[in-house]
T-cell receptor
Framework: EAGVAQSPRYKIIEKRQSVAFWCNPI?????LYWYQQILGQGPKLLIQ????????DSQLPKDRFSAERLKGVDSTLKIQPAKLEDSAVYLC???????????FGPGTRLTVT | AQSVAQPEDQVNVAEGNPLTVKCTYS??????LFWYVQYPNRGLQFLLK??????LVKGSYGFEAEFNKSQTSFHLKKPSALVSDSALYFC?????????????FGKGTMLLVSP
């Protein structure tokens, strides 16, 4: 079974630029999550999708972050414009349903200079 | 609000010795509890979970965890540590009585196993 795929693995941008991350969850997984992991901290949920609907985006900085999950499968997370404090690893995860364990992709390491 | 505490930033153990990584939690309802491991430049890997039933949960790579409701703890254990167990370990909790409650992670504990 293929795992959660993410791209790119690494990205370096200057502040005020925009960036997008892509995630392909495990086939058949209804729930998809985006997390932000700052160095030395545990992952923090940014947004949770159930199929193609948003069920929790309470911690998403909506003035600069946006996410969508087209057709309930792939998802993209965008930051526009980026700030220095956005430097982090962005993790995508999926699960069969919200009650089940989550499976994580390798993450995208973003550096904002 | 739900929360997780991992009181140790780092745990050091010699290979072959037993290891324990501590976790305590706080939720208003009944907890779902998870342990994940993260190797350098990798995503998190699921180790084990507690939902209901037996308080001793067995997981991947010989790890186990004991759920203690009265102490609100879910410590990760392994009888005999391997050097390859060296990694960052995260405990996480969600409230099973709250519809779409999120998974809250602790800050992580670095486990270093010396040869």
């Amino acid at each position: 079974e293929a795992g959660v795929a993410q791209s790119p693995r690494y990205k370096i941008i200057e502040k005020r630029q925009s960036v997008a991350f892509w995630c392909n969850p495990i086939s058949g997984h209804a729930t998809l999550y985006w997390y932000q992991q700052i160095l030395g901290q545990g992952p923090k949920l940014l947004i949770q999708f159930q199929n193609n609907g948003v069920v929790d985006d309470s911690q998403l900085p909506k003035d600069r972050f946006s996410a969508e999950r087209l057709k309930g499968v792939d998802s993209t997370l965008k930051i526009q414009p980026a700030k220095l404090e956005d430097s982090a690893v962005y993790l995508c995860a999926s699960s069969e349903d919200r009650a089940y364990e989550q499976y994580f992709g390798p993450g995208t390491r973003l550096t904002v200079t | 609000a739900q929360s997780v505490a991992q009181p140790e930033d780092q745990v050091n153990v010699a290979e072959g010795n037993p290891l324990t990584v501590k976790c305590t939690y706080s939720v208003s309802g009944n907890p779902y509890l998870f342990w994940y491991v993260q190797y350098p430049n990798r995503g998190l890997q699921f180790l084990l979970k507690y939902i209901t039933g037996d308080n001793l949960v067995k997981g991947s790579y010989g790890f186990e965890a004991e759920f203690n409701k009265s102490q609100t703890s879910f410590h990760l254990k392994k009888p005999s540590a391997l050097v390859s167990d060296s990694a960052l370990y995260f405990c996480a909790v969600r409230d099973m009585n709250s519809g779409y409650s999120t998974l809250t992670f602790g800050k992580g504990t670095m486990l270093l196993v010396s040869p």
